[in-house]
């Protein structure tokens, strides 16, 4: 079993920067991958960027490459998500998800362990 704790939204304006934070509990998190999805009103759940148990490999949807970053710390059990450049259109909530796998993956269905989530508002 899998815990995750998200932190780190807010209201940001355009252009600017946030970082989110995964706090995971459990003791398969550090072996496993974990992603970040997104979902704003009324649309479906997105992906967004994926990173693999040991932070080696990393895949990113391709609407926030070179602009988010997503890293990982083991020491403090923590996934964390750096978005720059944000655009009105980056505005959803934002889940942190543990898969159930080591390598990184990018399907929904793929993510048995959710957080919470955590707002993120970027004014125009």
């Known amino acids: 079993q899998v815990q995750l704790v998200e932190s780190g939204g807010g209201l940001v304006q355009g252009g600017g920067s946030l970082r989110l934070s995964c706090l995971g509990s459990g003791r398969t998190f550090s072996t496993v991958s974990v992603g970040w999805f997104r979902q704003a009103p009324g649309k479906e759940r997105d992906f967004v960027a994926a990173?693999?148990?040991?932070?080696?490999?990393?895949v990113y949807a391709e609407s926030v490459k070179g602009r988010f970053s997503i890293s990982r710390d083991a020491a403090k059990n923590t996934v964390y998500l750096q978005m720059n450049s944000l655009k009105p259109d980056d505005m959803a909530v934002y889940y942190c998800?543990?898969?159930?796998?080591?390598?990184?993956?990018?399907?929904?269905?793929?993510?048995?362990?959710w957080g919470q989530g955590t707002q993120v508002t970027v004014s125009s």
């Open positions: 990173i693999n148990w040991s932070g080696a490999s990393t």
């Open positions: 998800a543990a898969s159930a796998y080591p390598s990184v993956q990018s399907r929904l269905g793929d993510y048995p362990y």
